[in-house]
């Protein structure tokens, strides 16, 4: 049996871009098991809508914002389930060749929830301010302005903490 060329131009896309798509969500929501479910979830609606998504300027941004966006609908049908309580948080497991550094993970933690989301785009993804503003539905200023304060947070939350003395 043939594939369409559809299909064979979305296989291509999804080899080309899963790891970039569910780091980049791993970074926000910061659980792994919880990002892949929802990286699947929205690779599976690209591929239904295949047509539209590739010829979204970002069709990487579209995945991630699906992604995040069924992130956010599965947590509001979650917490009328359960109170969350961060210590049962499972142990990360992560593959090795995914994995983003511990303590940019802690740092990006630290960050509001727009503030990861412009980092992840910007930075993971390499969108331009342009891109990031409409995949976000804001203005490129308030992408710019959500950056320098992640980027000076991170910048602080990253930075050594032991100084040396110079040498004589």
Not at 2 to 21: G, L, S
Not at 112 to 135: K, Y
């Amino acid at each position: 049996m043939d594939e369409k060329p559809e299909d064979e131009d979305f296989a291509a896309f999804y080899e080309q871009a899963r790891a970039d798509c569910l780091r980049a969500v791993y970074a926000v929501v910061g659980e792994w098991s919880l990002a892949e479910d929802v990286t699947a979830e929205a690779f599976a609606r690209a591929y239904a809508s295949w047509r539209k998504v590739r010829g979204h300027p970002a069709p990487r941004a579209w995945v991630v914002r699906t992604a995040l966006n069924t992130h956010v609908s599965w947590w509001r049908r979650r917490r009328r389930e359960v109170a969350w309580d961060p210590s049962h948080d499972a142990e990360d497991r992560t593959p090795e060749h995914l994995q983003v550094d511990r303590h940019v993970m802690q740092a990006l933690k630290t960050l509001s929830g727009r503030q990861r989301e412009v980092v992840v785009l910007r930075i993971f993804l390499d969108l331009d301010t342009r891109t990031t503003a409409r995949v976000l539905g804001v203005t490129p200023g308030t992408v710019m302005t959500h950056l320098s304060r992640a980027l000076a947070a991170l910048g602080t939350a990253l930075a050594p903490t032991t100084r040396q003395e110079p040498a004589k």
